[in-house]
């Protein structure tokens, strides 16, 4: 017969089981004389009691409800239904939209990894190397005078009056 000592004073549930079927009068003369017993002596367990009972007064005070009827679930059923496909048309613009635009940064996303991987790391040509043949005597005759950058073509060619 311990008590359950984590709550306090909370009845034993070998005890607990018994409080409806004692209170309704449905136990056996030696298990009701051995439960009343127990319920003297525990505090916990005569709480419960008490609570039961009062419990059990209020229910009897109270009118009973009506039957809802054989279609209470498909009515309720039907209304979480149609509440839940209420709630999806508000959204579904947005959630298209979301779709547009993950299928657009996967597209951007593959785009930029193929040129990466395969254009990207083309070696680039070098300025200073490069020559453009036959141009270089336009602006300059001499050919040991040649341009080093742009500035230097436009400088040749606003020296030279090709500018006109």
Not at 97 to 108: H, I, K, M, P
Request: charged share 20%; aromatic share 6%.
């Amino acid at each position: 017969m311990a008590m359950d000592t984590e709550l306090g004073n909370a009845a034993c549930s070998e005890y607990e089981a018994l409080l409806e079927d004692y209170l309704n009068d449905e136990l056996n003369a030696a298990d009701a004389k051995r439960a009343s017993e127990h319920w003297k002596n525990c505090a916990g367990c005569r709480a419960a009691l008490e609570q039961a009972a009062e419990s059990a007064r209020l229910l009897r005070l109270a009118e009973p409800s009506a039957d809802p009827g054989p279609a209470f679930a498909r009515i309720v059923m039907a209304r979480i239904r149609a509440a839940e496909q209420d709630r999806g048309v508000l959204w579904q613009p947005f959630v298209s939209l979301a779709w547009r635009v993950a299928a657009t940064a996967s597209l951007a996303l593959a785009l930029l990894v193929t040129y990466d991987a395969g254009w990207g790391h083309r070696p680039q040509p070098n300025a200073d190397s490069t020559r453009l043949t036959g141009v270089s005597d336009l602006f300059s005759p001499d050919p040991a005078n040649l341009p080093a950058n742009g500035d230097e073509v436009l400088m040749m060619v606003a020296e030279s009056n090709h500018g006109n």
